[in-house]
């Protein structure tokens, strides 16, 4: 089982449409795929159609001390998601607290769900520092980090590189680290700088870009996943591309384990 963070310090970043629309992806090309929401919006479940009262989410199993089990829904894009579910605000509170107590909650709550081996979970967080990001941090394999490419997106690194150098790196099971830079608009000067600016920095962590277009709310507002929604687009490109990396991702660690 591989555990995939998509993280970031600000938000508004794409966290949410790049966690369903890579997990829709993944498991199109026939990975078990389960998503799971750890921000309390509990905003990824509208990218699969799923309403707040469709199950009790995951904070609420956590506080009634039952498996995750009974909160996965199976969706008709082939992966299966866990919601955060509409945790009252003393609920959220306490459940946080709880995390705030066990730090490797999220990890064994995971491990208790007994997925297939071969199974990818991607963990959507909320933006910034919170209890939901280093449990997410303490349980993946790889971190993908989330940006735009503007210049407060590019202040943010060094708030990531210190959380990662605090929750990953040199910890046991954690691969590695990628970046995802998300609606790059070309024909803006600056954008275009600051992008190049991060390609030459990330080097080979750079995975492909996602360029702004206009066919990913589009596709959200059809209840769709981009590639469904319009094929051919920038986007749906893009998201294939980045797929397929993250797939080269994980197959290259398990190389390197083996
Ligand atoms: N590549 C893109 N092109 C155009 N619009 C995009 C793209 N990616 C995301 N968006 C839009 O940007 C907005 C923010 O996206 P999203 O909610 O996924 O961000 P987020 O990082 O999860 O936000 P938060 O930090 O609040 O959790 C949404 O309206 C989404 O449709
Ligand atoms: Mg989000």
């Known amino acids: 089982m591989k555990i995939i963070s998509i993280v970031s310090a600000k938000g508004g970043v794409g966290k949410t449409t790049l966690s369903a629309n890579l997990a829709i992806a993944l498991a199109r090309s026939g990975v078990p795929v389960l998503v799971i929401d750890l921000d309390p919006q509990d905003a990824l479940r509208l990218h699969f159609s799923a309403s707040s009262t469709a199950t009790q989410g995951l904070a609420r199993a956590a506080l009634a001390g039952v498996t995750w089990q009974d909160a996965m829904l199976n969706t008709s894009s082939g992966c299966r998601l866990l919601p955060y579910g509409s945790a ?25 769900l007994n997925l297939p081996t071969d199974t990818v979970v991607i963990l959507d967080t909320p933006p910034g520092p919170s209890v939901y990001l280093s449990q997410a941090l303490t349980a ?13 997106s590019y202040a943010t690194l060094p708030l990531m590189h210190s959380l990662l150098q605090q929750y990953c790196l040199n910890r046991p099971g954690f691969d590695n680290y990628a970046y995802l830079v998300n ?5 803006r000067q600056l954008n275009s700088d600051v992008e190049h600016l991060m390609r030459m920095q990330f ?10 277009d206009q066919a990913i709310p589009e596709a959200m507002a059809c209840n769709q996943f981009v590639g469904d929604y319009d094929p051919l687009c920038r986007a749906a490109q893009d998201m294939k591309a980045v797929c397929a990396q993250v797939l080269d991702l994980i197959r290259l660690n398990d190389r390197v384990a083996a």
């Open 183 to 187: 609606q790059v608009d070309n024909s």
């Open 203 to 212: 080097g080979a962590r750079a995975l492909p870009l996602v360029h702004q």
């Open 140 to 152: 993946s394999n790889t971190v993908l980090i989330a940006l735009l490419s503007d210049a407060a």
């Open 88 to 112: 009252k605000e003393s609920e959220r509170m306490d459940f946080e607290q709880m995390l705030r107590d066990h730090p490797r909650q999220l990890r064994e709550s995971i491990a208790r």
